[in-house]
């Protein structure tokens, strides 16, 4: 079964601060790496996404950085703020199965700024 | 308004009584798949779809069944729901693997 291991599953960061949450994948099937986010009581949202022909992607405060060669890519939040806080989720390939290549989540990391 | 539609949004059953949770998306998008989350374990992928009539399973089939007749809708089946079922779910839509999935508004189940 592919595995895609997120770290950490928790993390407390103060306002201001740098968050970073990283995700290991080991299945090449495709090249699209997005990080999802969560709001209690709501469905996942796409937060960011990075396709490895560049090796960092930023959108504002997150920017994604990839090691295809380590295969593992990370999100940073720069100046975390407490509407920051939430689950976030990273995806990769999963197994290949008949109905082609299943999306694997990672266990999620719960962000919490203290103001 | 461009959106993935899942009903009901809260379901109290017992143990053994077939239900389903239907799943809606109205952007004509091919690919299609089922996540229950619990705490710790994160979003587990149960069924996915590439296409109408093609399906597989995901990390977690056990207990349930889909289908895809009709392009837009995926209903999830739980033939002869158990406890250990409980849990939220979630659909989602994107036009291909390689792009944005968008989620429904999950559904809480408690099976009792």
């Known amino acids: 079964q592919q595995q895609v291991k997120q770290s950490p599953q928790s993390l407390i960061v103060q306002k201001g601060g740098i968050s970073i949450i990283n995700c290991a994948y080991e299945?090449?099937?495709?090249?699209?790496f997005p990080w999802y986010q969560q709001f209690p009581g709501k469905g996942p949202a796409l937060l960011i996404a990075i396709r490895p022909d560049v090796s960092e992607k930023k959108e504002g405060r997150f920017t994604i950085s990839f090691n295809k060669s380590a295969k593992q890519f990370s999100l940073h939040i720069m100046d975390s703020q407490p509407g920051d806080s939430a689950t976030y989720f990273c995806?990769?390939?999963?197994?290949?199965?008949?109905?082609?290549?299943?999306?694997?989540f990672g266990k999620g990391t719960t962000l919490s700024v203290s103001s | 308004e461009a959106q993935v539609t899942q009903n009901p949004r809260y379901l109290i059953t017992v143990t053994g009584k077939k239900l389903t949770v239907t799943c809606s998306q109205n952007m004509n998008h091919e690919y299609m798949s089922w996540y229950r989350q619990d705490p710790g374990l994160g979003l587990r992928q149960i069924y996915y779809s590439m296409n109408v009539e093609v399906t597989d399973k995901g990390d977690v089939p056990e207990g349930y069944k889909v289908s895809r007749k009709e392009k837009r809708n995926f209903p999830l089946i739980l033939e002869s729901p158990s406890p250990n079922q409980t849990s939220l779910y979630f659909c989602a839509s994107s036009p291909r693997l390689e792009e944005t999935q968008y989620f429904g508004p999950g559904t809480r189940l408690l099976v009792l």
């Open positions: 995806a990769a390939p999963g197994g290949v199965g008949q109905a082609g290549t299943a999306l694997i």
């Open positions: 299945n090449t099937a495709f090249d699209y």
